[in-house]
């Protein structure tokens, strides 16, 4: 389905039936800049503060986790000073925003390799984590030099690691056990994927948890997209019918 910023108007939301988990492909921030005859990276700057917006708003309405794509293991193929800037922005987004996101009671997580960064954005990401790690409000998790494929291989060793030394029987890999040993260990499965900018496709995000979430695809560029559109992605959700392979009485 796509929907566009113009078209919106106010958005009923059922506060009972909200998400548990929304997963964001947080697309656009390049052509969001270009059409202002900016650098891309102007784009990620201002995209960043659709994350603080978002989080706050999805906290308010109760959302428990909220996932978000900020980079991929394919997004190395970019240009080095674009990839140097974007591992520069945690640090300003913490200083920013860590503070109101701890009052906020959110709790900040990562996935991926974020071995791969530099050793500041390293060090400021896992003391964000460190700060909030017993807030017990929305769960923040930033994907971060994150590959979907990558997580279920090294999800796979492992497990086989575990097998080789006896810890574990081939019974004991069961899905539930598969899934605890993910990246995302402990977060519930997906149940609303939204993307922006218009793309249709998964780009390697969150292949195993999205297998039963629903999925709304925005024309609205990152930058751009804010509470009502978070609103109208969660209208949508609440009007579909999820059947988990069974059938509706
Ligand atoms: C998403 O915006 C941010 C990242 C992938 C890091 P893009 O940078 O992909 O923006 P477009 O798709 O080129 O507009
Ligand atoms: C997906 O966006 C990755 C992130 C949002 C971090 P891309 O812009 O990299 O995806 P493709 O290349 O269009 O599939
Ligand atoms: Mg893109």
Redesign the pocket.
């Known amino acids: 389905m796509i929907f566009n910023k113009r078209k919106q108007k106010e958005h009923s939301i059922d506060m009972t039936r909200i998400p548990t988990h929304i997963a964001f ?3 656009g921030n390049g052509r969001w800049a270009k059409q202002r005859k900016m650098p891309r990276t102007y784009g990620h700057h201002e995209g960043t503060k659709t994350i603080r917006r978002l989080a706050l708003e999805a906290n308010q309405l109760g959302v428990k986790a909220m996932t978000v ?4 293991t ?2 190395f193929k970019r240009d080095t000073k674009e990839i140097e800037y974007i591992f520069k922005l945690p640090k300003e987004f913490f200083h920013l925003y860590l503070k109101e996101l701890i009052d906020n009671n959110v709790q900040i997580r990562y996935i991926g390799h974020l071995e791969m960064s530099p050793q500041e954005t390293q060090s400021i990401i896992k003391d964000a984590v460190f700060q909030t790690s017993k807030n017990t409000g929305l769960i923040l998790t930033f994907a971060f030099i994150y590959g979907g494929r990558d997580e279920i291989v090294e999800t796979t060793k492992c497990i086989c690691e575990k097998y080789k030394n006896g810890e574990i029987s081939l019974d004991d890999i069961t899905e539930d056990y598969f899934e605890k040993h993910l990246m995302t260990t402990d977060l519930p499965p997906v149940d609303l994927l939204i993307r922006s900018s218009g ?1 249709y ?1 998964l ?1 390697n ?1 969150l292949p195993w948890q999205l297998a039963y979430a629903e999925f709304i695809f925005d024309e609205t560029l990152w930058p751009d997209f804010d509470e009502e559109c978070l609103h109208r992605a969660i209208s949508i959700y609440q009007g579909r019918e999820r059947r988990f392979g069974g059938v509706l009485k």
């Open positions: 492909i947080m697309d794509y900020a980079f991929s394919e997004n793309e496709r780009s995000f």
